[in-house]
């Protein structure tokens, strides 16, 4: 938001409703901001405005006569098992592998995948721990010169435990031996030697190229483009399918309230009702 004016030279005093509709029409037309975004934007900008109004700064709010455009509610995709199961196989031996597996498996969002530690895998107990995230800072995307380690996650429930069983166990300690082997080569980089999700020389996965790779790589499976995000919606999606309820699925998921996983996840819960209708009838036939 902050270059965007500063490049402007606008004032604060000098700030006009018009001013904030330009800049939101800019960023949809020349970056394909979608409405959530400029929604947040607004949030920002708005709550900043009225404290400067509140300090006596402006008299009024300029970002309260802007028309924001409607946000339409995301309709999560997923794929089917057998279509998981082909992304899967034509995952094995590229970078984004284990990226790809962590997703399938816990349904991770891509902070958590990325910002997975060694350190955070109980390999005796068979316990994995999401204990941060990696981020990135600055509007030049996610280059791993703006990429950090945050010990937060999204919300408080996200810092959340998994039970491992025999076959990830395997995976992970395979995929470890393999990065303990790298790390004697020559020209190494060790910065990230922690960390679950390197590439073949050490650097830590962008997060960018994460979400570059994998619509691509569906592409070259012959299944639709979905974004990383929607192997989230697989895994939560396929667990509902397999009878867990939805109180198992939010803390599984790691949503702030349940009526989040209600409401993303209805048409879910709606196919179960529908085999529950199925079984009462049989039964009653």
Not at 183 to 210: Q, S
């Amino acid at each position: 938001i902050c270059p965007y004016f500063a490049e402007k030279r606008i004032t604060l005093f000098d700030l006009k409703p018009q001013h904030i509709q330009d800049f939101y029409s800019n960023r949809m037309s020349e970056y394909h901001t979608g409405a959530k975004t400029i929604h947040r934007y607004h949030a920002n900008i708005h709550k900043a405005l009225t404290y400067a109004v509140k300090m006596g700064r402006i008299t009024s709010n300029p970002a309260d006569m802007v028309e924001l455009p409607k946000a339409q509610e995301h309709q999560a995709d997923f794929y089917t098992v057998d279509e998981l199961k082909i992304v899967i196989e034509r995952a094995r031996g590229t970078q984004i592998e284990p990226v790809i597996m962590l997703a399938a498996w816990f349904g991770l969002r891509r902070g958590e995948i990325i910002g997975l530690r060694w350190s955070s895998i109980n390999f005796d107990a068979k316990v994995l721990s999401i204990t941060g995230v990696i981020k990135d800072k600055g509007e030049s995307g996610s280059k791993i010169k703006n990429m950090y380690y945050s010990p937060t996650a999204k919300t408080k429930s996200s810092l959340r435990s998994f039970p491992l069983n025999d076959e990830m166990v395997t995976y992970l300690k395979g995929l470890k031996a393999q990065q303990d082997r790298r790390r004697a080569m020559k020209h190494y980089i060790h910065t990230w030697d922690d960390f679950v999700c390197v590439r073949n020389n050490g650097d830590l996965i962008p997060l960018e190229y994460v979400s570059r790779a994998f619509p691509k790589l569906c592409e070259e499976c012959g299944l639709r483009k979905l974004k990383l995000h929607e192997l989230r919606h697989t895994n939560i999606s396929l667990l509902l399918s397999e009878g867990a309820s939805m109180k198992e699925v939010q803390e599984w998921a790691a949503h702030s309230n349940y009526s989040v996983t209600a409401n993303t996840y209805a048409h879910v819960q709606a196919k179960s009702k529908s085999k529950l209708t199925e079984s009462i009838s049989s039964l009653l036939a």
